[in-house]
């Protein structure tokens, strides 16, 4: 049995940022939320979230997540001080707690696992997670004997210069046994150069201290700065390309491609370069993405093309075409075997299948039958300053290029709208619409005038 502790307390001074560092995102999800996630498989009895700075928006980011217990440390005076905070939350309790820095959102959970069973195996009182860093400058230094077992653990900036030569580092996760760590907690004091309770201190108290090497020091990389945010950034997008190829998707040139890890791809999924695929995305076989597009919380059937556009928050079936330069927002439907065309913005529209809106169109809040053609620039006037209105148009009903379509209006099956025109008015199944003055040619015009 564990229980997890998440330190997330913590400003983050060093992200120069008004929002909590824990709150940065890596991937598509928050420093935080990558830990969590990373603990969820060893099914801990109770997760603690110690939330301190900007306390209220870390946890209604956090609040979807279930089985959280947030724990406040109301004035933030180190990693030992944020774990005190525990004592009467876990009163009586006499298993092992495993403690997570929450700036550290490349670790794996097999890392965890190993951690887990050493210390459990070899029954320490406590057992940090260590790695030997070519520079180690800003972590604590770990220094052990030649069997694993810790003697001492400085932080960098108490370190002496030699010291300081040592490259085996603190990656900020530790398994305690929880009576022991909590006997000793009171004791803390914070004469160190931070002037802070240092989680640290506490370990070489409370027994037999085991240090465990990570094998993959890029699992340890703790974000304190932008450039650590940028390095974990380039960490994280090579392991989510590597699964990606491996599982059969091909990447053309994967260094100018971004992939959120929420994102799912099928096999022989072609994406081009220049193109970023966020949020719940999910990509069907056969389909050919890019290059330079965006598809962020949208999903793509099987076989659909994406040149040069912008997706978001939308469906596209099998076998449609899109772009180049198309925006899909606000919760657009496109159909099978469609084309979304040149120049097009869609929001909020629901197009059937085997329908053209191929060049110079806004179609907002619409809904469109199958087989419909969208003439060259045909717009809906959907707001009228106060509110949004809606446009129906049926099966085969093709428009005009250059008309206008005034909402609220209908347009039944088979309709034909006149090039040009500005309907208003509802217009009944197989009609054609001419909604435009005549044309009136006055001859020998230019004589006249003179
Ligand atoms: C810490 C370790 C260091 C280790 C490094 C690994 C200590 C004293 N030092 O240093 O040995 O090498 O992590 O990345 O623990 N936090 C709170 N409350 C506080 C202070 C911090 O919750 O009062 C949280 C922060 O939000 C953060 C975590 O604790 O998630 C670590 O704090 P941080 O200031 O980043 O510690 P480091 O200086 O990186
Ligand atoms: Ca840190």
């Not at 983050?12 to 990558?34: A, C, F, I, Q, W």
């Not at 944020?82 to 009163?91: D, G, R, S, T, Y």
Request: proline share 4%.
């Amino acid at each position: 049995m564990v229980v997890v502790a998440i330190l997330a307390a913590g400003r983050g001074t060093r992200m120069k940022s008004n929002l909590p560092k824990v709150l940065h995102t890596l991937g598509g999800r928050s420093l935080v939320e990558r830990v969590i996630k990373s603990v969820e498989p060893l099914s801990p009895s109770r997760q603690l979230v110690i939330v301190g700075y900007q306390a209220e928006e870390v946890k209604a980011a956090m609040q979807s997540i279930p089985r959280l217990e947030f724990v406040e440390q109301t004035v933030q005076l180190g990693t030992g001080h944020a774990i005190q905070q525990l004592l009467p939350h876990l009163e009586g309790y006499t298993g092992d707690l495993l403690i997570l820095n929450g700036d550290l959102p490349l670790i794996r959970t097999e890392t965890l696992k190993h951690l887990l069973q050493t210390h459990q195996e070899n029954q320490n009182a406590a057992t940090i997670l260590t790695a030997h860093l070519s520079d180690p400058r800003g972590y604590g230094r770990v220094f052990c004997n030649s069997e694993n077992v810790v003697q001492q653990m400085v932080e960098d900036k108490d370190c002496t210069t030699a010291q300081k030569q040592n490259s085996r580092i603190n990656a900020g996760v530790y398994c305690f046994n929880w009576s022991k760590l909590a006997q000793f907690l009171p004791h803390l004091q914070a004469n160190n150069a931070q002037k802070e309770y240092y989680l640290t201190d506490a370990v070489t108290q409370v027994g037999k201290v085991m240090a465990v090497d990570v094998e993959d020091y890029q699992e340890i990389v703790g974000i304190n700065d932008r450039l650590q945010l940028a390095t974990a950034t380039e960490i994280l997008q090579t392991r989510i390309k590597e699964k990606w190829m491996v599982a059969g998707v091909t990447l053309i040139d994967p260094h100018s491609i971004t992939i959120d890890d929420t994102v799912e791809i099928q096999p022989d999924v072609i994406i081009e370069p220049q193109t970023h695929l966020r949020g719940k995305t999910v990509i069907q076989t056969g389909s050919r993405i890019g290059p330079g597009s965006l598809i962020e919380n949208s999903h793509l059937g099987e076989n659909v093309t994406v040149l040069y556009s912008v997706v978001v928050d939308s469906t596209v079936d099998a076998g449609t075409k899109i772009g180049p330069y198309t925006h899909l927002r606000g919760h657009v439907q496109v159909g099978a075997a469609c084309r979304v065309g040149n120049f097009v913005e869609l929001k909020n529209t629901h197009i059937g299948d085997r329908t053209n809106v191929a060049h110079l169109s806004y179609l907002g809040d619409t809904t469109l039958g199958t087989k419909v053609n969208i003439g060259a620039g045909t717009i809906t006037a959907n707001y009228d300053g106060v509110k949004k209105h809606p446009t129906k148009i049926g099966d085969r009903t093709k428009t005009g290029a250059n008309s206008v379509l005034v909402a609220p209006v209908t347009l039944g099956d088979d309709v034909y709208v006149a090039a040009g025109s500005t309907v208003t008015e509802d217009v009944p199944d197989n009609s054609l619409v001419i909604a435009r003055s005549r044309q009136v040619v006055k001859p020998d015009w230019q004589k006249q005038s003179q």
